[in-house]
Nanobody, 125 residues
Framework: QLQASGGGLVQAGDSLSLSCAVS????????IAWFRQAPGKEREFVAA?????????YYADSVKGRFTISGDNTKNTVYLRMNSLRPEDTAVYYC???????????????????WGQGTLVTVSS
């Protein structure tokens, strides 16, 4: 089970951190990702950590250099640190997880079996 939190209303240029609490199993071996869905748009990939602790992280071009995925194994929680936020980052953010994802599919939402409920991030200009 995944529980996302930390969304809110911020201004352009601000920073925000989202949390995804993972229950039922440890982070080890899981691929954990963040996706987002803006109003009227499809859910899109944001960031992922492939097979937790492998050191392999991936980002959408639109957030590279601004967003960072990280986690705390002791708390079984994954974070998405978002810096230099823009109005176009406004969306509902979802965390997702799965243990069976191959590297080539890490950016595909269909690859993930488990999803959190989403947390809304609104960036005002």
């Amino acid at each position: 089970q995944l529980q996302a939190s930390g969304g809110g209303l911020v201004q352009a240029g601000d920073s925000l951190s989202l949390s995804c609490a993972v229950s039922g199993r440890t982070l080890s071996g899981q691929t954990i990702a963040w996706f987002r869905q803006a109003p009227g748009k499809e859910r899109e990939f944001v960031a992922a950590s492939f097979r937790w602790n492998s050191g392999r992280t991936y980002y959408a071009d639109s957030v590279k250099g601004r967003f960072t995925i990280s986690g705390d194994n002791t708390k079984n929680t994954v974070y998405l640190r978002m810096n230099s936020l823009r109005p176009e980052d406004t969306a509902v953010y979802y965390c997702a997880a799965d243990t069976s994802i191959i590297l080539s599919a890490v950016r595909e939402r269909r690859s993930y079996k488990y999803w959190g409920q989403g947390t809304l991030v609104t960036v005002s200009s």
